[in-house]
């Protein structure tokens, strides 16, 4: 059990279903997730800190038939089935050229200056936040009830034609399955480290 620092501090509950007991899931239900709980997700993760306030991720909502038999074929055998049984996948994607949003986005300086004339900073930036966009995805998911199975197992390059093909500058990042998990289809919680294993207080 997790000491509780502060007054304003989540319940336990609240901590196990979003982290100690929740899974990444293999397997799903036969249990919609509407667009209602989509948009709720959004409105959640929409909130999580990036730099300079920057909106990078793009995220395509996995749910018709046509587009879930356009991201079976990119893949990875072992996330076919995976993919199929979902009610939505997430394609968590990223604009390189995020800093044109800037002006409004961040409107405190012109902070779109500074990502002009370089892509290659562009493409780092926009990866990190769209990862931390994509974290902030799967906490708000969580903690609207629902489960998440993240992967990388796909071709990027085809999913970047499937889904994002009218803009070469918006890229994949990961995929990420949403909604009622089945338990059967897990296993076992592999081992977490004790905090001296991997961190140091300088």
Known sequence: MTKQFHDQSLSADALDQIFREARSYNGWLDKPVTDEQLHAIYELLKMGPTSANMQPARIVWVKSDEA????????????????????????????????????????????????????EGRKEGAFRNSSLQGAYL???????????????????????KAFFGDNPKHKSNFICSIGYGDKTTIFGRSPRPDFDTFNVIA
Not at 138 to 157: E, K, N, T, V, W
């Open 68 to 119: 879930k038999a356009k991201l079976l074929e990119c893949v990875s055998e072992g996330n076919h089935d995976k993919v199929k049984a979902a009610p939505v996948t997430a394609i968590i994607g990223y604009d390189i050229d995020f800093h044109e949003e800037l002006p409004w986005l961040f409107p405190h300086t012109d902070a779109k200056s500074w990502f002009e004339g370089d892509e």
């Open 138 to 160: 799967m906490i708000a998911a969580r903690a609207l009830g629902l489960d998440c199975g993240p992967m990388s197992g796909f071709d990027q390059d085809a999913v970047d």
